[in-house]
T-cell receptor
Framework: EPEVTQTPSHQVTQMGQEVILRCVPI?????FYWYRQILGQKVEFLVS????????KSEIFDDQFSVERPDGSNFTLKIRSTKLEDSAMYFC???????????FGDGTRLSIL | QKEVEQNSGPLSVPEGAIASLNCTYS??????FFWYRQYSGKSPELIMF????GDKEDGRFTAQLNKASQYVSLLIRDSQPSDSATYLC????????????FGKGTRLSVIA
């Protein structure tokens, strides 16, 4: 069964450094999402992306965050200057259509020191 | 503020029993409803989705939706120890590229 692939599985970074989290959505999907989950808390929406542009973003997704689809397969989330509170699991998801279920990757655990 | 509420649990049921998980949501514009299972340290895994009022069955799982009451539930029949996980309820508006709004999840423990 096709799946969403995320790399790396764990990223450890010093505060203030830039990180790029990578995702390969399911190949025929058109809608892409990033979510995060701080330990012990609920899954929170960050940003949605369709047709090479951001569709919607949450208050969390401030100027330090950006997303890109650099080629036909990858979807990346960049955090420009990481803060301690950015430590979380980051999940990429994709769906075939806006009303279809979103399928999640295994996540990247981001640890900011 | 769109909210999805779930009893955090833990909900403990004996092996073979029916587990009943409940969820309420605040946004009356919600159109799509999803149940995800999340094992500790893992990602959400889609279990069921439902769009219309009533029941939808898939194997041991039944999702129930009542839009008038803004209530969605998940029944797990013949519960197994492997069903022990946190179950996340998620909803979205189904218009455009709308995000899922998640509840905090209910932790289910199936006792052998």
């Amino acid at each position: 069964e096709p799946e969403v692939t995320q790399t790396p599985s764990h990223q450890v970074t010093q505060m203030g450094q830039e990180v790029i989290l990578r995702c390969v959505p399911i190949s025929n999907h058109l809608y892409f999402y990033w979510y995060r989950q701080i330990l012990g808390q609920k899954v929170e929406f960050l940003v949605s992306f369709y047709n090479n542009e951001i569709s919607e973003k949450s208050e969390i997704f401030d100027d330090q965050f950006s997303v890109e689809r650099p080629d036909g397969s990858n979807f990346t989330l960049k955090i420009r200057s990481t803060k301690l509170e950015d430590s979380a699991m980051y999940f990429c998801a994709s769906s075939a259509a806006s009303n279809q279920p979103q399928h999640f990757g295994d996540g990247t655990r981001l640890s900011i020191l | 503020q769109k909210e999805v509420e779930q009893n955090s649990g833990p909900l403990s049921v004996p092996e073979g029993a029916i587990a009943s998980l409940n969820c309420t949501y605040s946004d009356r514009g919600s159109q799509s409803f999803f149940w995800y299972r999340q094992y500790s340290g893992k990602s959400p895994e889609l279990i069921m989705f439902i769009y219309s009022n009533g029941d939808k069955e898939d194997g041991r799982f039944t999702a129930q939706l009542n839009k008038a009451s803004q209530y969605v539930s998940l029944l797990i029949r013949d519960s197994q120890p492997s069903d022990s996980a946190t179950y996340l309820c998620a909803v979205n508006r189904n218009s455009g590229n709308t995000p899922l709004v998640f509840g905090k999840g209910t932790r289910l423990s199936v006792i052998a």
